[in-house]
């Protein structure tokens, strides 16, 4: 899969051609929206999870309906409020596409040995003039068509036994998050919240033209053990610093109203 995004990577020309516009913005949103759900993702889980269920929603509308703005908003809303109603489930969901994108990039780098496409671009043929935002866009676009043809092919060599792993995973992310709510909630906002921080850091590494994925793919162990740890202490802080409110059980609030009835009876018999 690395390889994949390194012939994108070198596609772009490094991304250095494209407009700032394009890449700072959206890279700097990343970052910061990563680190707010990275740190403090538990404590804001129901807008996470609207926004979440919400971009799920348009995303599936895109590729099922098509370009239907109406379609795609009545979708997208229509997810987010399910996503937020139903959210042990949401979360563990959540979770459990994480997991299988996690032990899908691991499996197809250890079992897919060649997804080289034949013709791509030399890097000394790239140009270094810079394009215009509506240009910018365009590439990128052909880029994601690019990516997703190349996923797919992936998908169509990874053996039998890889998906049976990576759905286990799954199923079993799913079976954590409604057991384990609050350590399944910590652990998903902190996982997402990583990926945010990655992908915006790469984003604004590439407008400076250093091409991190490439270096990402000569130490993708010492990455992998970044990213873990991240996600780890992200998960640790959360579960310590976003406390939950205890829920107050029937017989404690019977006995608070039984005790302020009593008190109000006698301030009553006081002053009559």
């Known amino acids: ?21 394009v890449l700072i913005g959206p890279s700097a949103a990343a970052v910061l929206l990563g680190l707010l759900v990275w740190l403090g993702g538990l404590a804001l889980k129901r807008y996470l999870l609207a926004v979440v269920g919400a971009l799920t929603g348009a995303l599936c509308s895109f590729f099922v309906i098509g370009r239907n703005v109406p379609a795609a908003a009545a979708l997208a809303g229509a997810a987010a409020v399910i996503a937020v109603i139903f959210e042990r489930l949401s979360i563990a969901i959540l979770l459990a596409l ?27 043929q790239t140009h270094t003039t810079a394009l215009t935002v509506g240009e910018s866009l365009e590439r990128l676009k052909a880029c994601a068509v690019v990516l997703g043809d190349k996923t797919k092919k992936i998908c169509s060599q990874m053996p039998t036994y890889n998906w049976a792993i990576i759905l286990t995973v799954a199923v079993v992310s799913i079976v954590a998050g409604v057991v384990l709510r609050r350590f399944a909630s910590a652990l998903a906002c902190a996982a997402l919240g990583t990926a945010l921080v990655f992908a915006g850091m790469i984003l604004l590494l590439m407008y400076k033209g250093t091409a991190p994925i490439n270096a990402i793919s000569r130490k993708p162990p010492f990455y992998g053990t970044l990213f873990v740890a991240m996600a ?41």
């Not at 994949?4 to 700032?20: H, K, T």
């Not at 996690?102 to 997804?115: G, M, Y």
């Not at 009876?265 to 006081?270: D, E, M, P, V």
């Open 98 to 124: 994480l997991a299988a994108v996690v032990a899908f990039l691991v499996l197809a780098k250890t079992s897919v040995q060649d997804v080289r496409p034949a013709d791509s671009p030399n890097p000394s």
């Open 232 to 272: 780890a202490s992200g998960t640790i802080e959360q579960l310590i610093l976003c406390k939950r409110k205890k829920a107050k059980s029937k017989k404690t609030k019977k006995q608070n109203e039984n005790g302020e009835k009593a008190k109000a009876a006698r301030q009553n018999w006081r002053t009559s």
């Open 1 to 21: 899969m690395l390889e994949v995004l390194i012939n994108i990577e070198s596609d772009i020309g490094g991304a250095g051609r494209l407009s700032p516009i």
